[in-house]
């Protein structure tokens, strides 16, 4: 396992990021005019968090549960996070705190390596801010049964394989979003504001 991968990639998300650019290529068409980003809008901060297993770098991804007829984003597929409360002091905390709660992952394990780019999710109105963090050794996961139905472990190179991405038809509320762009995830689609964020971190990875 390339131990220098994480200080190349804490160095590289120190400097410019590819930002919109590498995002759209992950975005529904037609979604830009949806990504205005409101006055009221909320805030949310997640955590792409890279691990040590089988002698190499992974990520954990969180299968959301179906629980609650609110949740906008029930079933899908995202990293570990949610909505900025005011004991967070400060968008990072609001990951960890998040990340802990949901996958049991103890703040006091992960270091941070730096932001991405914000993406607005208007359906939501949130503002997510995305983290890049790592931990020196495998994670004791426990996930939150009321929040999470799985924990999924994809290694990071998953994303930057041509033949784990694709264009599928997604309905959505009585909405047909053509021709969508995913990752495909140990058999589930990924896509939307998650695919989007990663987007942007493959086009990083792939810098260094």
């Known amino acids: 396992m390339d131990v220098s991968f994480i200080q190349d990639l804490e160095h590289r998300l120190?400097?410019?990021?590819?930002?919109?650019?590498?995002?759209?290529?992950?975005a529904p068409a037609g979604?830009?005019?949806?990504?205005?980003?409101?006055?009221?809008?909320?805030?949310?901060?997640?955590?792409?968090?890279?691990?040590?297993?089988?002698?190499?770098?992974?990520?954990?991804l969180i299968e959301r549960a179906s629980k609650y007829p609110e949740d906008k984003h029930a079933g899908q597929i995202s990293f570990p996070g949610g909505q900025l409360n005011d004991s967070d002091y400060s968008y990072?905390?609001?990951?960890?705190?998040?990340?802990?709660?949901?996958?049991?992952?103890?703040?006091?394990?992960?270091?941070?390596?730096?932001?991405?780019?914000?993406?607005?999710?208007?359906?939501?109105?949130?503002?997510?801010h995305p983290f890049v963090g790592f931990t020196t050794e495998y994670p004791k996961f426990v996930k939150q049964e009321t929040e999470v139905k799985d924990i999924i472990e994809i290694p990071v190179k998953h994303f930057l394989k041509p033949k784990n991405k694709g264009l599928v038809?997604?309905?959505?509320?009585d909405?047909?979003?053509?021709?969508?762009?995913?990752?495909?995830?140990?058999?589930?689609?990924?896509?939307?504001?998650?695919?989007?964020i990663?987007?942007?971190?493959?086009h990083i990875i792939k810098d260094i």
């Open 169 to 173: 038809d997604i309905t959505v509320r």
């Open 198 to 202: 990663i987007s942007e971190l493959e």
């Open 175 to 196: 909405v047909t979003l053509k021709e969508t762009p995913y990752y495909d995830v140990q058999g589930h689609q990924l896509w939307g504001a998650t695919a989007m």
């Open 92 to 128: 990072e905390d609001c990951a960890l705190r998040e990340t802990y709660e949901e996958i049991g992952v103890s703040p006091d394990t992960v270091g941070i390596l730096g932001s991405l780019t914000p993406v607005f999710v208007y359906v939501s109105n949130f503002l997510v």
């Open 14 to 26: 120190s400097e410019d990021l590819p930002g919109e650019e590498a995002q759209n290529k992950m």
């Open 31 to 60: 979604s830009e005019k949806y990504r205005v980003i409101t006055a009221d809008h909320k805030v949310a901060c997640v955590l792409a968090l890279l691990y040590p297993k089988d002698k190499e770098w992974y990520v954990s």
